[in-house]
T-cell receptor, first 111, second 115 residues
């Protein structure tokens, strides 16, 4: 079983819809990352959080440490939000501890 | 802004060739990583380096080696390329910190095809 599970696997939405992408993990972590990958490959870090909630523009990320669960919300979705969204966690151990990645969610937002 | 530059966006090589993928970062980051990304499998760590000439195996190091002679440059080497190494390869870097989490900064990726 993968340590990081994302759901749903693929998601299609209509422009303007509110979108939620989920991430569950099974290990103790020091931080959780949300990453965005557009067609063509480059990956951008959206959020890094260890507790609570962060907001940037139309994107909101939340984490519940007790439930080992995080959500990424997109408000007023737009076709340019179409991308793969990847959740990754960093375990507690050491300054050089590695990230463990989920398989990613492919989001398509239709105009 | 941090810039992580990978030498090629697309690369086509033949089975048995020795292949070099280069990655350079411009923010004096201590940690550098090489990942491969395959459909349905997500990102998997091949090797990482936390200092010059230091390296550690990731989850899938077989068939690969790495070189870090200078802090800003981390090279991935396919000693004898095989078709199952056809993939997207991504380099990342991050500042080392024992006290706080640091984001990873990614390059644009190299799509490598082995024929």
């Amino acid at each position: 079983k993968n340590e990081v599970e994302q759901s749903p696997q693929n998601l299609t939405a209509q422009e303007g819809e509110f979108i939620t992408i989920n991430c569950s993990y099974s290990v103790g972590i020091s931080a959780l990352h949300w990453l965005q990958q557009h067609p063509g490959g480059g990956i951008v870090s959206l959020f890094m959080l260890s507790s609570g909630k962060k907001k940037h523009g139309r994107l909101i990320a939340t984490i519940n440490i007790q439930e080992k669960h995080s959500s990424l919300h997109i408000t007023a979705s737009h076709p340019r939000d179409s991308a793969v969204y990847i959740c990754a966690v960093r375990s507690f151990t050491g300054a050089n501890s590695k990230l463990t990645f989920g398989k990613g969610i492919t989001l398509s937002v239709r105009p | 802004d941090v810039k992580v530059t990978q030498s090629s966006r697309y690369l086509v090589k033949r089975t048995g060739e020795k292949v070099f993928l280069e990655c350079v970062q411009d923010m004096d980051h201590e940690n550098m990583f090489w990942y491969r990304q395959d459909p349905g499998l997500g990102l998997r760590l091949i090797y990482f380096s936390y200092d010059v000439k230091m390296k550690e195996k990731g989850d899938i190091p077989e068939g690969y080696s790495v070189s870090r002679e200078k802090k800003e440059r981390f090279s991935l080497i396919l000693e004898s390329a095989s078709t199952n190494q056809t993939s997207m390869y991504l380099c990342a870097s991050t500042k080392m910190s024992a006290y706080s989490n640091q984001p990873q900064h990614f390059g644009d990726g190299t799509r490598l095809s082995i024929l």
